[in-house]
């Protein structure tokens, strides 16, 4: 049972927790000017990395908001848990 | 009885005796004995038979890394696949040996297993020299503790020999700091309680016996028994800024020919069942070394009356101390020797050294000792060779946890003391304490002597008898044989022959196979590197991994706040997620389909009312609510006035329908927007997620309100009547309260109700005034029929939905299920999302063009409409099928295809049934499918195969019954 | 007239027996019918300013903490919502008050029939809760002012300490959720429940 630190009440067990895929992929402004390729794209296409990779969270028990986290896929740790509203940090 | 028991010493409790059975025979025991020990004293080490093989196996070890005396537990409860060695004995105990497989109770097992999390700066794993010393420096510190040991009382490996400390008894000292440790608030010290999982962010599973070593009740001949509310086997959940690993060393064993006969046994092994039990292993012993741990045992043997023949050192140069202390008692050492085969079918009487053989009843063998790594290795710690002691031990250092003592290759007293306090404050140090001065414990002089030889097997003899695994009947032939088929690595190695996989999970054989795969593969050891160790170390039953969770409590049963009602009314439950609805509710004689059929025609027929608290319910606020709601739903949610109800469809961003239901717009900046039963928390989620992510410019509020609001549709065409007589103030007419709009009203409340419930003085303040209770009541219907829904706070539920009963009493007034409800939305083909849907249905598919906007610029989902998958003619369609014989029922699920008869596969589907019922209405049967092309299918006959036949079926119109709507207004 | 008035009801009306039974160590006692108001504004802004006013205490902005007057409690539930909890105050009177405070500047919802309202009391009572609540609960790191949103055995509980002895507790669930938790604290108990 990995630890995951809301970004508001701090490291709390992964249960409390849902996962919400990839983040930084923003809902294109104007779907309706992309072609069907580019919107398939969108709707179906994630990065798939081996090491770090940024992540949507929520702490779905807890105070129920959502963050952002760079999280390695090989090792599982966490390199950094961010609010929306903060800028993604550089990574390796 | 006890041929083998010394008069005296060991740590047993020779005042009082046990009887146990084993393989049928009585015996006796004392407290403090193991299953193991108590077999021994008796001379018994044979237990059973291997599982392959069938070859007579013993007792090998003193504890957990014993290979071979797998048992079974008859009394007090069956339970299969447990180490003599580590069975505590109790009086009444009765046991077998069994091959390599057991049998589980046929009754439940009533005993309690439950949890516990625990929360330490450090958790030391092992209670021996090293850990003891580490939990003392961290107590002393002032840090949170918390050590975990395995055995019955601490000590480790002193519990199994003749060291001192501090010039006295080494286990005077144990004593003097478990005493120590029990005075500080902040220290949870364990025994009996076996970490088996070490995983991330210093989280260790642990399994306390808690009771079992106390006896049953009727079999306790004096001093405690298990009292019956104490949870048998507890799982501690121990979150650890630091995880200390102190687990100490496993002996491991020397592989010759037929090395598996009993009596034969690890010499540290044999020195435990000497000085903790008092017990002599054997009478006629040889001792086998390629170290020089083992000559204790042989002087310690000897002392204590055993006749020890020879000490076979693999080593031509011997350890001149030790050498000195066998010479003083007659025991010849032969240096440079090996063994090389044994004799004897239950047990051994002979072996064989360089030609020589030598009669014994007990060979002791050692071949070193290998670090128990695995709890550092479990949590991703990496393992190097160390070729000195031929034995992997951790590698790199890892943040949070540190091994000391036996564990990290420690071999003597002295320096495990010294560890365990070193690792310690290292650990201190990185979580900001302080280590207090404190004397350090002294040990007595090491003997000096000679370095180890690394020998995995002695090669003379036939490799098919040279056992690696010995539970799984596992040889150096095996190994051969999988390298000749080409294994090259370890872990290969190991699923080939299955070395390691056993019960023990190679505790004794996992070095050895690398060992020896690595000589036959001409490679080093460190190269090839050992097989990966996971939990859990030792077996843990699933009955104590389940814990609490079992029976009603494995998953939380949810209720509304009319649970009660429909108890005394005899509801028939269907779990629905995790709340219990009531399905229907039978009437004396009457099954499924009685009740249902007669539910459906009293709705329809006259009034019917519904507990739907169960549905979700969001309460959207703020400014930007209309539009934040707008872009969520496929159709037009802005324009909804205050006052009104709009049905609304929720899609992903690919455009499929995820979630439908009512949203209310109480003010200009307020919606109630109700979710299906089981999409409450995820649409909950789904739009906060868009909200936080997406939208966080705008201003809105979403809060649960699911259980603040229960809901109560009052249905058919006489419910006007009953919703009139409870609220007469609201002008139930169609023109003044027209469908899909909403009235609030309030009904007198009486705070004197039958909750006792006083406000708690001590806070002061006054309690709330009477007042009116409001309600909330909506026209909408999701059966055709006149219905109105009663929104009530849920502490006045129970009451207003007695009341809704009582009123609707002289129209006859019936409570139905959710199996009516279905029935009576599937004739009105109003979809349930997640059954007539599956993630790749469209509103368009569903027929509900109409909830999809074309004016709204934007809305999630809609740009998916637009692409060719959801453009083709031969998406499937939802129609209802009318089976041609009116009286047979279509199973749900099943296949739609074109018929009449079955064509060479691959047969082409059409699509499938997703819902399926009998109309009272209709007086027969009909369906709902998802057809390709259904629309235009519309008057065709297609075909379902029902129980082996093809049916012919009926596309038909989706809504079956009142196409025109004209009930809806009553 | 008395008949034409509505009784209240909880979840936990019929456990009332159940709870009484229970060891001292171990105190369970249902407190239904608590008025609360889940409250959302700037806690920056001046509407905070203005709910502070009326409440009578500042809206506690460190997570996972609650402050209290005699008649109040605030129990931070995120970094823009709180829970406001009274069992004197009714729950309409409640939310009108904070809604005339807020003033459009955020939103104001009744849940009072959300949650309901456990106390559990006793030297056994942290024990009970360390059988299913993974978040530390020693009385340093979990005391009075502490109130966390968490799992408690399989149902997500707002946790909140009323001492500095961890020996009493309130939890707030669901109340669909109340009779699971009931049973899952009965069952706890038995632990310190000698036969
Ligand atoms: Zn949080």
Known sequence: MQLITCPYCGPREEAEFHYGGQAHVPHPADPGSLSDEEWAHHLFFRDNPRGPFAERWVHALGCRRWFNAVRDTVSYRFHHIYRLDQARPETP | MNALRLPAGGRIDRST?????????????????????????????????????????????????????????????????????????????TARGIPGQGRLADVPDSARYDARHSHADLLVIGAGPTGLCAALTAARAGARVVLVDEQSEAGGYLLGSTDRIDGGPALDWVAAATAELAGFADVLHLQRTTAFGHFDDGFVLALERRTDHLGTPTHVLGGETAPPHKSRQRVWRIRARHVLVAAGAHERPVVFSDNDRPGIMLA?????????????????????????????????????????????????????????????RGIPVRAGRLVTGTEGVERITAVAVAGERIPCDLLLVSGGWNPAVHLFSQAGGTLRYDGGLGAFVPGEERDGVSVAGGAAGVAELGGCLA????????????????????????????????????????ADGDQRTQFVDLQRDATVADIACAIGAGMRTVEHVKRYTTIGTAHDQGKTSGVLASGIAAELLGRPVGELGTTTFRPPYTPVAFAALAGRDRGSLFDPERTTAVHAWHVARGAVWEDVGQWKRPRYYPLPGEDMEAAVLRECAAVRGGVGILDGSTLGKI???????????????????????????????????????????????????????????????????????????EWPDLRVYLTSVTEQWATFPVVGPRS?????????????????????????????????????????SARGGRPAPDQDVPVRLARVSFSGELAYEVNVDSWYARAVWERLVAAGERHGITPYGTETMHVLRAEKAYPIVGQDTDGTVTPHDLGMSWAVSKKKPFFVGKRSFHRADNQRADRKQLVALLPVDRNLFLPEGSQVIEGPSVPEPPIPMLGHVTSSYRSAALERTFALALVKAGRTRIGETVHVPVAGALVPVEVAEPVVFDPEGARRDG | MTADLLARSGPLQSWTDRFAALPDTVQVVATPHVAMADLR??????????????????????????????????????????????????????????????AGRGAVVDVSGQRTTLGLAGANARDVLSGGCAIDLHPAVFRRGAAAQTLLGLTGVVLVALDDTATSYEILVRSSFAPYLASWLLDAATEHTPT
């Open chain 2, 17 to 93: 005796t046990y009887e146990f059975t084993f393989n049928g025979q009585r015996l006796t025991g004392h407290p403090g004995d193991t299953l193991a020990s108590a077999l021994l004293a008796h001379g018994i080490h044979r237990t059973g038979t291997s599982i392959k093989l069938g070859r007579p196996r013993g007792i090998a070890a003193a504890w957990a890394e014993d290979p071979n005396g797998l048992i079974q537990i008859e009394e007090p409860f069956p339970e299969p696949m447990l180490l003599a060695t580590t069975v505590e004995l109790t009086d009444g105990l």
């Open chain 2, 268 to 328: 540290g092994g044999a020195r435990t069942y000497l000085h903790r039990y008092g017990v002599l292993a054997g009478r006629d012993v040889v001792v086998f070394t390629t170290n020089d741990s083992a000559y204790a045992a042989a002087v310690d043997l000897a002392d204590a009356g055993a006749r020890v023949h020879a000490v076979v050192d693999a080593r031509a140069a011997t350890p001149a101390a030790w050498v000195q202390k066998c010479v003083r």
């Open chain 2, 419 to 458: 560890d365990g306090r070193r690792a310690a404050e290292g650990a201190l140090g990185g979580l900001g304490f302080v280590p207090v001065d404190s004397p350090s414990p002294v040990a007595e002089a090491h003997v000096d002597g000679q370095p180890s030889l690394v020998l995995w097997r002695v």
């Open chain 2, 619 to 693: 309460d959207v606020q703020g400014p930007d609510a209309a539009e934040f709601l707008n872009r969520l739903y496929t159709n037009m949610i802005a324009t909804l006035k205050v006052g009104s109800v709009r049905y609304g469809v929720m899609c992903g961003a690919d455009g499929m329908v995820i979630d439908d239901g009512t949203v209310l717009r109480l003010a200009g900046d307020r919606f109630l927007v109700y979710t299906t039963t089981g999409g409450a928390a995820a649409v909950l989620e789904w739009m906060e997620e868009w909200l936080q992510t």
């Open chain 2, 720 to 760: 006007r009547d009953v919703i009139g007589t409870v609220f007469p103030d609201v002008d139930v007419s169609n023109a003044a309260f027209p469908f899909m709009t909403w009235r609030d009203t309030v009904l007198g409340s009486n705070r004197s109700g039958h909750d006792a419930s006083t406000p708690r």
């Open chain 3, 41 to 102: 504004v700037d806690p920056a802004g001046p509407a905070a300013a203005d709910v502070a006013g009326f409440l009578g205490v500042d809206l506690p902005t460190a997570p996972s903490t609650y402050v209290e007057t005699d008649s109040v409690r605030v129990i931070w539930l995120g970094p823009d919502e709180w829970l406001v909890t009274s069992p004197f105050r009714a729950p309409r009177a409640l939310e009108a008050g904070l809604r005339d405070a807020v």
